[in-house]
């Protein structure tokens, strides 16, 4: 049932993606409300999808490679929707809506048994540690979605072109604002989950293990997202080089999530 829900999921999201083909070419009210309900039961199917993988399992399943993409999917589109509530917009789906559906895709082509990483005394430590990284992967993404869509507004302003979608994005600096906010509610999100991963790995370890490659793309992009809140906070960094730096933390977490392929402590958990 897990992988039906999922499938359903999946099906609502590629709603999401017809909708960007349709809004590139012209503006359409109509589609735009179907996307976002699409959207809303795309999210639901993939919770009831997670609950059900999860809850009956004896152990962890949260860090199991199947559980990893829809997990990281669904916190995408609950910032997404969190966004569309207060800015109501729904601009940064041509980056939320073809990356959640690839998650979401890689996810449902089958689901794999679940194991435990850690000890049973560490899984509360793990659940927080995997809740928060996650979250600020979610958050890191949203933030260059908006950087990704202020540069294309900027560029159409600048060659006064309109129609389609370039005429229902927002103002610059609304997709300013969303970019940092993300990165301001993610930045700690990501801080506390490496935090509580310490601990983790310590307790698992007896040590942290710096030289994998996977702890070492991490604090990478940890520490690309501090110069990302430390340029815009104080050098007040705006604009176009807001969104280049975001730019290229985005290809960092990219990285990063990928080296838990080939990690050898880290790797996502396979039967």
Known sequence: MPLLWLRIALGCYAVGLLYILVALGRASEWANRIALQAAYLGMIFEFVSLVESILPAPQITL????????????????????????????????????????????????????????????????????????????????????????LIQERALKSKRSGGLLSRLPALQVLDDISFRALAVGFPCMTLGLLAGIVVAEASYGRVQYADPKILLSILMWAVYLLLIYTRWTAGWRGRRAAYLATGAFATAIIAWAANYFSAIHGFVRS
């Open 63 to 150: 860090a199991a490679e199947h559980n990893a993409e829809p997990l990281l999917a669904f916190f995408i589109m609950v910032m997404f929707m969190v966004v569309y509530l207060i800015y109501k917009t729904t601009s940064l789906g041509i980056i939320v809506f073809p990356l959640v559906f690839l998650l979401t895709f890689v996810a449902a082509t089958g689901q794999e048994r679940f194991l435990s990483m850690v000890p049973s005394t560490r899984k509360d430590w793990l659940i927080v540690h995997i809740a928060l990284i996650f979250f600020g992967y979610a958050a890191l993404i949203l933030s260059f979605g908006a950087s990704f869509v202020y």
